[in-house]
């Protein structure tokens, strides 16, 4: 059974649950990347929710302040809010039905906000929370390396600037006139850009990033950790076999990213099975 919810004080957080039979099991959440609301990119998360479902799991999509359904705008968005956003909604969830365990299944930039809510929330409930890792950046290039000077220094006195300006172009399809630098940066995030040109991005979330150590922090958990990425994206392969020891890698044939072809993302979904079952 299945139910359209809003979360938080205001009431601003939009999600979607499947309801577990029993009364304490484990619960799976869903964690999207940057720019991407839980239905989007090839229906991901949706086609994993109703998989899991057919096997009698609770499931909880939600869509940060900001993205998709949810209220705000994407500009007004950062990793701590999508972190925040994600300790307010297990909190009530929680509440509701304690589970064994958690894990919170999180693409790209979903991944770092996935293992940074696992970290806090376990050691704040002692529940434990088991992060799965699709595609997560454990290497990002600094802003000054992909944005001009120029650029960077309008970003930082507006607070925040339209998508399309940061990253120009139009061919979302073959890529021809989008400078490949910038192009894999917000890739790396889980952004796509058909869905984020016409929204702002926060230079808040640019200083985070820019901060951000992924290696140290993919590496903070006791228990093992799932990371899941395409056999073509040769970096996160090297990275995760040479300094995530504690991490199970899963590879997706043929592909870079899940979302380059239909099979690759059964795939995800099958391997996030086995996981969770």
Request: hydrophobic share 40%.
């Amino acid at each position: 059974m299945w139910e359209q919810r809003r979360f938080g004080a205001d009431q601003a957080i939009f999600a979607v649950i499947e309801h577990p039979e029993a009364a304490r099991t484990d619960l799976i959440v869903t964690l999207s990347g940057l720019g991407q609301a839980m239905s989007e990119k090839n229906y991901l998360f949706s086609n994993l929710r109703k998989r899991l479902a057919s096997k009698q799991k609770w499931v909880l999509q939600f869509d940060y302040r900001g993205h998709g359904d949810s209220a705000g705008e994407l500009g007004d968005a950062s990793l701590a809010t999508m972190v925040s956003d994600t300790l307010e909604v297990l909190a009530t969830v929680t509440k509701e039905h304690e589970p064994q365990r958690i894990f919170l299944v999180g693409n790209a930039l979903g991944a770092v906000v996935a293992q940074t809510v696992s970290l806090e929330w376990e050691q704040h409930s002692g529940i434990l929370c088991c992060p799965i890792l699709i595609s997560p950046p454990l290497s990002l290039a600094h802003s000054s390396e992909v944005f001009p000077d120029a650029i960077r220094k309008q970003w930082r006195e507006e607070g925040s600037m339209d998508s399309q300006l940061l990253i120009p172009g139009y061919d979302y399809y073959t890529l021809s006139d989008f400078n490949m630098e910038q192009y894999r940066y917000v890739t790396k995030l889980g952004a796509h850009l058909l869905y984020l040109h016409g929204q702002c991005i926060g230079y808040s979330l640019l200083e985070e990033l820019d901060k951000l150590d992924p290696l140290r922090l993919f590496s903070q958990n006791e228990q093992r950790i799932n990371l899941i990425c395409g056999e073509d994206d040769k970096e996160t392969i090297e990275l995760a076999l040479n300094y995530l020891p504690n991490a199970t890698l899963h590879q997706l044939s043929g592909v870079a990213y899940y979302h380059q072809h239909p099979a690759a993302m059964d795939n995800l979904i099958d391997i996030i099975e086995t996981i969770v079952v």
